[in-house]
């Protein structure tokens, strides 16, 4: 018997978590099961506690104020975003300036690639990774429509072949190649797929050295891995709400602009009257004077629901602080890795994790590649309560929150997976 993989174990180390009463902040799934394992927040957040207040709240403002509540209600609408604009600069490592949080995710990355794809004279292709998000693979093939490019002017790094990873190398090569005809880099933050999280610094150095513009998708980057935009000096970011960061289904996004294009007015972009400069906004006159920073891309006024629900999220992100986040994501995916493995010792050849072992290159997910018959194992593991997400054609993705998953979980994780590969 192996005591690092045993229950007493791993509620030892549930006891010495000092981020163990966040789990009490969140409402959890059960579907009937004797035991429900949430590992899913990556593709949808669980719910906190606090959402139901808030948006109680912003609906007794609604009744009792009507169209007053953009000034007088208790988080007047009008400012609303603002309350979210401190903690979403801590979580990415940005300033308040560089951040703002409205719209959608696919709809802000098309809004700031309108600003900073600008292809001009052989300056016209995009760099992303292969087996991008299938929403940013539909961005990025119509900006290049829009601009009247081919599709051959977005070039997809892959792993090399046998490798499920791009390895960092191969980014940097292909930078320099590319050199003065690559306009914009769109990478991923940490690759839906695999849970690798990729060098956004290094990525950044490299693009900004052969002059392109460089943004990321920070979907499965936010709220899970520790960020720095400010210093690492992308020129723009987008990511969701929903999945680290909790903020309800189809939440609100938030988005990155470096303050290095804060005061750039001349910038185009998409204008609506949200970027309006505030104290000329309610003049309704022609002639767009963006705002200063972020701000300058909203488009329309806030949708406050999804936003109460944001800002009851981000408001445990601050209590907990993304430092002691990542140190028990760290320890809590290395111990479900060592569960895994321990559990298939028998049966080495049924899987593989092909997330990267290194934790500097991951997050809070492990990737679990099957030789045959995944999907028979992710229906028996279904079946016992946990509830994980199956990618074709043989992967399942499993993800323990540090916010609200713990080590018993992980345990628990393991026992199941060694019966459904029975
Ligand atoms: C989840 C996700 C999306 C989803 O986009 P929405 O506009 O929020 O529907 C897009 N890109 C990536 C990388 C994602 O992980």
Not at 56 to 82: I, K, M, Q, T
Not at 331 to 358: C, G, R, S
Request: hydrophobic share 40%.
């Amino acid at each position: 018997m192996d005591f690092e993989n045993s229950l007493e174990f791993a509620k030892m180390l549930d006891q010495q978590d000092p981020l163990k009463d966040f789990r009490d902040k969140f409402l959890f799934p059960n579907f009937g099961k004797e035991k429900t394992l949430y590992f899913t927040g990556n593709s949808l957040g669980l719910q906190p506690k606090k959402v139901r207040q808030y948006l109680l709240e912003e609906l007794e403002d609604w009744a009792n104020l009507g169209v007053e509540g953009h000034f007088e209600g208790r988080r007047p609408w009008f400012s609303y975003h603002e309350l979210l604009t401190e903690k979403t600069a801590q979580l990415v490592g940005a300033k308040p300036i560089e951040v703002c949080t409205t719209h959608s995710l696919t709809t802000n990355l098309h809004l700031l690639m309108c600003s900073f794809y600008r292809p001009t004279g052989k300056r016209t292709k995009i760099l992303c990774e292969a087996k991008a998000f299938p929403s940013d693979q539909y961005a990025l093939e119509s900006q290049l429509k829009l601009h009247g490019l081919s599709p051959e002017h977005l070039i997809c790094i892959e792993p090399r072949e046998g490798e499920y990873l791009i390895r960092e190398e191969d980014i940097c090569a292909k930078i320099e190649e590319l050199g003065d005809s690559l306009a914009m880099i769109m990478w991923g933050g940490v690759n839906y797929y695999t849970g690798q999280f990729f060098d956004v610094k290094a990525i950044t150095e490299q693009g900004h050295k052969v002059g392109a513009v460089v943004g990321f998708d920070l979907a499965h980057a936010v709220g899970n891995v520790n960020l720095m935009l400010n210093a690492w000096g992308p020129d723009f970011a987008a990511w969701c709400g929903y999945k680290y960061l909790n903020s309800s289904p189809g939440g609100v996004s938030g988005f990155f602009v470096h303050e290095r294009h804060a005061n750039n007015k001349a910038l185009f972009r998409l204008a609506g009257w949200w970027g309006q400069e505030k104290n000329t906004r309610f003049m309704m006159e022609p002639g767009f004077n963006p705002m200063a920073g972020a701000e300058g891309w909203q488009l329309s006024n806030a949708p406050i629901l999804g936003m109460a629900a944001h800002l009851a999220s981000l408001e445990i992100f601050e209590e907990a602080g993304m430092e002691r986040i990542g140190a028990k994501r760290d320890l809590l995916t290395a111990y479900l890795e060592f569960v895994i493995l321990k559990t298939v010792h028998q049966n080495e050849h049924a899987l593989q994790i092909i997330t990267p072992k290194n934790p500097i290159q991951r997050g809070a997910q492990l990737s679990i590649m099957f030789n045959d018959r995944g999907k028979d194992c992710f229906n028996a593991l279904s079946e016992q309560g946990v509830v994980a997400d199956w990618r074709e054609p043989n992967v399942i993705r499993v993800a323990p929150a540090p916010l609200y998953n713990g080590f018993e979980e992980a345990y628990w994780f393991g026992q199941m997976l060694g019966k459904a590969l029975q």
